[in-house]
């Protein structure tokens, strides 16, 4: 189903630099690290960490898109202060923001809802979740992983290879290293030999 309108934000200050979030009206829809371009059509407002807003009370918006109150998209402002939530600590700071999954398969969804269980600051194999799903093998399950559109939201940078390596990540190595250090998980190593320091 595609949804009816598509809106995104930039918080432009995070560990791991910009973050783009897109919305529909249905739910967050989308989060891409840096600050990306929106496809055609879709409409724009500006949250950054400041919560700032333009002297006339609108955000600014993308070239020939009508303006739009921070305000007037409530689910982008629950998921920017989720992302505070999150950078400050937070262990679940994303339960309250509504998701639009309508576009990923039955089996991602499944994927998705273990990853939303995995606590913060702990780790869990390919492997793992496949036993756990009680279908598919760790391939499968990489895949899914490797298209989550939600990276952070759905914690997919807390998922390892069994030998403890970081394996892959949308953001690239370097910011699921940050996040898991955030997290309070040490790694070593840079680059496909990156790994968990355990010890």
Known sequence: MTPSASFHTVLSDTPVGPLTLFASTAGLREVRFGNADPESGRRSTA???SNSESPSGTSP?????PPHSARSVP???T????VHAYLEGAEDAF???PLDLDHCTDFQRAVYRLLTQVPRGSLVTYGEIAQRLGRGAPRAVGQAVGANPLPLVIPCHRVVAADERLGGFSGGLHRKAALLELEGVRTRGSGPRARVAVG
């Open 79 to 82: 998921a920017a202060d989720a």
């Open 61 to 65: 918006t993308s070239a020939g898109s």
């Open 95 to 97: 339960g309250i923001v």
């Open 47 to 49: 949250l950054p960490l």
């Open 75 to 77: 689910i982008l402002e």
